[in-house]
T-cell receptor, first 113, second 116 residues
Framework: NAGVIQTPRHKVTGKGQEATLWCEPI?????VFWYRQTIVQGLEFLTY????????DSGMPKERFSAQMPNQSHSTLKIQSTQPQDSAVYLC???????????FGKGTRLTVV | AQKVTQTQTSISVMEKTTVTMDCVYE???????LFWYKQTASGEIVFLIR??????ENATVGHYSLNFQKPKSSIGLIITATQIEDSAVYFC?????????????FGKGTVLLVSP
């Protein structure tokens, strides 16, 4: 069990460019989460998939952020027209079921310059 | 309103002592799950221990244990025989039925510094 795998670990983009972050959840886990962490806001929920279906995207900034889960082994978070305020650590996590603990990947540190 | 509150911003202890970190939560649900996580200096978030709301017994894993006081909506983390490597940020989190268990709501975290 390699845990939740996130790539890349670091990404630097220019303002206005697109950034795509990748996540491979733990095999067999039906629930996948995306979180964002900053010093100011702490850990913020972005979106949630269950059995690959998008269930809750209440934390996603509506305009430029999107997430997909095309198959059970990976999910992507795409940020269009990145802005400096998007700079953060983006964390993917998965859990076996709704009532079990959530395991986190090591995160992708996004820096928008 | 904050649903998960950790009032202690930071705690400093000497190695081999016992430390307790506080956490209170708000929920209307009868069914919920409480978790503690540790974020290391490298940024990695590690699951430590969980408490199911319907269980009366306090959970224990290794040198981590919980003090679950349901009437007070409180779930304290107790670390016994602390070690230098326990220095980290500790987060309390809740997963509740009201949100469809769709999210893990975190507190702001408590920084623990263990000195030799």
């Amino acid at each position: 069990n390699a845990g939740v795998i996130q790539t890349p670990r670091h990404k630097v983009t220019g303002k206005g460019q697109e950034a795509t972050l990748w996540c491979e959840p733990i095999s067999g886990h039906s629930a996948v989460f995306w979180y964002r962490q900053t010093i100011v806001q702490g850990l913020e929920f972005l979106t949630y998939f269950r059995n690959q279906a998008p269930i809750d995207d209440s934390g996603m900034p509506k305009e430029r952020f999107s997430a997909q889960m095309p198959n059970q082994s990976h999910s992507t978070l795409k940020i269009q027209s990145t802005q400096p305020q998007d700079s953060a650590v983006y964390l993917c996590a998965s859990s076996l079921a709704e009532n079990t603990e959530v395991f986190f990947g090591k995160g992708t540190r996004l820096t928008v310059v | 309103a904050q649903k998960v509150t950790q009032t202690q911003t930071s705690i400093s202890v000497m190695e081999k002592t016992t430390v307790t970190m506080d956490c209170v939560y708000e929920t209307q649900d009868s069914s919920y799950f409480l978790f503690w996580y540790k974020q290391t200096a490298s940024g990695e978030i590690v699951f430590l221990i969980r408490q199911d709301s319907y269980k009366k017994e306090n959970a224990t894993v290794g040198h981590y244990s919980l003090n679950f006081q349901k009437p007070k909506s409180s779930i304290g983390l107790i670390i016994t025989a602390t070690q230098i490597e326990d220095s980290a940020v500790y987060f309390c989190a809740m997963r509740e039925h009201d949100s469809g268990y769709n999210k893990l709501t975190f507190g702001k975290g408590t920084v623990l510094l263990v000195s030799p």
